[in-house]
């Protein structure tokens, strides 16, 4: 689909964008620089990562203890939440080891789950492709029954993911970010207006 804009609109929004393309430069180069040290040093990445998610969750915490009450809440029930959330905030960044263990151990469990409802249901169902679903759910249920039986090993791979994931992102803002500083340059060249191609 095109879309024709006006030239000096389009001059001005992409002059605009492009005055931020600093601001996504930094965000690539910090997912960049986690991503790496979480390939090269996993329980320094863990611990910025538990740091990150128990600050967000203390500060939750005290705004429902503070302010739940007022949003029409149950009093009790909001300082309750909000107390539940700020040891939890406090849990995670005291043991992230332990946090990761938990989201392993969880996500096994899905995938077990999971996995022995998927073959129960086209075993019994038999739709479109059943037998290629039980062997689906079969591979799922002993994947999860090897996280289980290796946690550890379970959060490691999480983190590492974590890890090519953050490196993925930051070299993609890091490119957008120099085709942003060049976008006014470029619609320039194009006599100041460009069709729009989705």
């Known amino acids: 689909m095109s879309i024709e804009r006006d030239d000096q609109t389009l001059s001005a929004a992409v002059a605009e964008v492009a005055k931020v393309w600093w601001v996504v430069l930094v965000v690539g180069i910090i997912f960049?620089?986690?991503?790496?040290?979480?390939?090269?040093?996993?329980?320094?990445?863990?611990?910025?990562?538990a740091i990150i998610v128990g600050a967000f969750l203390i500060f939750d915490g005290l705004v429902e203890m503070i302010s739940g009450g007022r949003r029409g809440h149950s009093r009790g029930w909001a300082f309750v939440l909000g107390f539940l959330l700020?040891?939890?905030?406090?849990?995670?960044?005291?043991?992230?080891?332990?946090?990761?263990?938990?989201i392993a151990i969880v996500w096994g469990i899905t995938m077990?789950?999971?996995?022995?409802?998927?073959?129960?249901?086209?075993?019994?169902?038999r739709g479109y492709a059943w037998g290629?679903?039980?062997?689906?759910?079969?591979?799922?249920?002993?994947?999860?029954?090897?996280?289980?039986?290796?946690?550890?090993?379970?959060?490691?791979?999480?983190?590492?993911?974590i890890g090519i994931y953050s490196i993925v992102a930051g070299i993609l803002q890091i490119v957008l970010s120099l085709q942003l500083r060049k976008a006014p340059e470029r619609l320039a060249r194009l006599g100041g207006s460009a069709d729009l191609t989705f």
């Open 32 to 49: 960049l620089g986690f991503g790496i040290v979480m390939l090269f040093n996993v329980a320094a990445g863990a611990t910025a990562i």
């Open 86 to 102: 700020v040891i939890g905030g406090i849990v995670v960044i005291v043991w992230p080891g332990v946090t990761f263990l938990v």
């Open 132 to 161: 290629w679903l039980i062997l689906l759910g079969i591979l799922e249920a002993i994947l999860g029954i090897l996280m289980l039986a290796w946690p550890d090993v379970t959060a490691y791979v999480i983190l590492l993911l």
């Open 112 to 125: 077990l789950v999971g996995g022995i409802a998927r073959s129960i249901a086209a075993a019994t169902l």
